[in-house]
């Protein structure tokens, strides 16, 4: 979480971070803070709140200078305010510094640094590691960048940093490990961000700094070093983002252009992977461990949030098709315990960010103990896809809202491909029922568009249940997961407490909790368990919930109890989780709005969650 962006070069460096800044709240948004430096010297401005509250009250403020940095936080260690914004400085004020992580032995570092006479002026981690690197610089008088080096080799946690030193005016220092940072290259000038998200508009070359990297940036060069002091030759990648996908195309929410570019991410998903007459499916990205997959034990799969709810529905397709053991793990929990892990195991990761902080420390755990690992993941060249060995990248375009929707379908989407895959290379499924599949699942994204479609009616059952305190989600089978991906959407976004529940354990407890101000939303799609719905329907009929059902086109028989029904199109219960999810998706962002909530960017939230 926080984002970081620096810029060094010829422009005005404010707009640059500024702008920068906008794209980056995603990451967090609790309160922001910019650096600059002019011939006069530095400024800093920072402020709690969103970067729109930094904006306005340095409207008046002298915001010259060509080098710059800023930081969008998500709060960890100090609460959000004026104070514990970044940048931090050091305790002579001639170094400042803007951090994306956590430093784990702050507080020894910080008592000891108080012993040699150092204030702090904040309650945060990031301002000790400042005050250590100037600590380190004029006991050993070693210039800046040899003491950033010493001093990294002496914090444990994640970083991604960038320090401003007034003394040497024309560069800027950079270093990462654990904690996302890319470099863009430009003609006499540098940019530096959390993601390339900033960078876009001014240069296509960049550069993704390693894990336990430090750069020395100024105007006409980089010096890339690793932290064991090794200088590294730096690898200028393309980047394949554009800039319309990081606009809101006419929506008054990305959340809401998101969930509309469904169909078309769906299809950007399955390009080239599917091909229906043959009945094949082909993944390039896990294509060398084939072999390997006809003898695996087990598929664990470990994620968090909403692509934990994914890997629940991976965990139904790959038992069904490829008859492989599957278990789906919290990543947090995981990381936690003393688990079973063979050499025949294989492990899945699932994550949009792909930087999720306790993914990468399952991942890291099962490595360790023999595991192969393939990753899901939506950001190309992100931490995830580098640590497993091999993977399948979702393809759905940057994801912008903070609650995840088209990544979750694409997610769903790679693993609905595995499981076909898996099975094809045990030969668990013939062809011909291949065939038939993947012709429907070629066809899925029209049936999305379809799906979409229920949007007005979706807004007026929100009208109906906008004002309710809580909020159950029902569904049996592949509608489980469904069903608790459609409740952490309601909460997060609406902060309506919501509950998924598999819908036959309803009367083990939360049956107590209906009454006639209890919505309660049914996947009750035609499946095989759609019997078995409809009396959990009547139970709660019975009790005088109030009972949205997501059903199948053409359905009567729920429509007979239900207060509202709302329709999707008929398809092989392997893909009614991603037809099903789209009007929970409409319906608790039609809520959100109606409440007056931010919908791209909840309370407490941030899109990538970089610390444990
Ligand atoms: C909810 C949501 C989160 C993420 C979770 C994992 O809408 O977005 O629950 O799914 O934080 O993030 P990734 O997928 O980036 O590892």
């Known amino acids: 979480m926080c984002g970081i962006v620096g810029y060094i070069g010829y422009r005005e460096a404010w707009p640059i971070v500024l702008k920068g800044l906008k794209r980056l709240e995603y990451r967090g948004y609790d309160s922001a803070g910019i650096a600059l430096m002019n011939n006069g010297g530095d400024h800093i401005y920072k402020k709690a709140g969103k970067v729109a509250v930094l904006e306005e009250f340095a409207e008046t403020q002298d915001k010259s200078g060509s080098i710059g940095m800023g930081h969008t936080r998500w709060a960890t260690h100090g609460v959000p305010s004026d104070r514990n914004s970044h940048p931090h400085t050091s305790n002579n004020d001639k170094l400042s510094i803007i951090h994306n992580g956590i430093i784990e032995n702050y507080a020894t570092l910080k008592e000891e640094l108080i012993s040699r006479g150092h204030e702090f002026k904040s309650d945060t981690d990031t301002e000790v590691l400042i005050h250590l690197i100037e600590e380190i610089q004029k006991i050993e008088k070693i ?34 490990k654990g904690s996302p940072m890319v470099i863009g290259v430009g003609q006499g000038e540098y940019f530096i961000a959390s993601d390339a998200t900033p960078i876009i508009e001014y240069t296509k070359n960049v550069i993704y700094l390693k894990d336990g990297e430090i750069a020395l940036i100024t105007r006409e060069d980089l010096l890339i070093k690793h932290l064991d002091n090794v200088v590294q030759t730096p690898l200028i990648q393309e980047l394949e983002l554009k800039l319309e996908m990081l606009e809101k195309g006419g929506f008054d929410h990305f959340m809401l252009k998101e969930i509309y570019e469904q169909p078309r991410s ?15 499916v082909q993944l390039g990205g896990i294509k060398e461990f084939a072999e390997k997959l006809k003898n695996i034990d087990r598929i664990i799969i470990v994620a968090c949030g909403t692509s934990w709810h994914a890997g629940l529905v991976g965990e139904y397709l790959i038992e069904e098709y490829a008859r492989i053991p599957v278990e789906v793990e919290y990543a947090s929990e995981f990381r936690y315990r003393n688990p079973i892990i063979t050499e025949k195991d294989v492990v899945i990761a699932i994550s949009q960010s792909g930087e999720t902080a306790d993914t990468m420390a399952a991942i890291e755990m099962a490595k360790e103990r023999g595991a192969t690992i393939f990753g899901i993941c939506n950001v190309a060249g992100a931490s995830i896809p580098r640590l497993t060995h091999a993977g399948v990248y979702t393809h759905a375009g940057p994801e912008i809202g903070v609650a995840s929707t088209k990544a979750f379908t694409a997610q769903v989407t790679v693993l609905t491909l595995m499981a076909f895959y898996m099975a094809q290379q045990k030969g668990t499924i013939t062809t011909s029922k291949l065939i038939e599949l993947l012709t429907e699942l070629d066809h899925i994204p029209e049936k999305i568009q379809v799906a979409l479609e229920s949007n007005d009616l979706v807004k007026e059952v929100a009208e109906k249940i906008k004002d309710s305190t809580n909020c159950l989600f029902l569904g049996r089978g592949s509608g489980f997961p469904v069903a608790l991906e459609g409740a952490l959407k309601l909460k997060e976004i609406s902060y ?43 139970e709660v009929k019975a009790r005088k919930g109030k009972v949205i059902a997501i059903v199948t086109q053409g ?5 007979k109890m239900a207060d509202y029904c709302i329709e999707i199109p008929d398809a092989k219960e392997a893909f009614l989780p991603l037809l099903a999810t789209i009007p929970l998706q409409l319906l608790s ?7 007056g909530c931010n919908v791209d960017q909840p309370r407490n939230l941030a899109k990538s969650v970089t610390v444990e």
Not at 168 to 174: E, G, K, T, V
Not at 555 to 559: Q, S
Not at 589 to 595: K, P, T
Request: charge should be negative; aromatic fraction near 6%.
């Open 143 to 176: 210039d800046l960048l040899e003491a950033v080096r010493l001093a990294l080799h002496e914090v444990n946690g994640a970083y991604a940093i960038v320090i401003m030193d007034k003394d040497n005016p024309d560069r800027l220092i950079a270093a990462r």
């Open 266 to 280: 769906i299809k950007d998903c399955m390009r080239g992977r599917i091909y229906p007459e043959e009945g094949k």
């Open 496 to 538: 309506i407490h919501a509950e998924g529940y598999p819908a036959a354990e309803m009367k083990h407890g939360p049956i107590a909790l209906i009454d006639e101000e209890m919505p309660v939303v049914f996947i009750a799609t035609q499946n095989s368990s759609y019997e078995k719905v409809i009396s959990n329907i009547q």
């Open 555 to 559: 359905d009567t028989e729920v429509k």
């Open 589 to 595: 962002y039609h809520i959100a709005v109606m409440r």
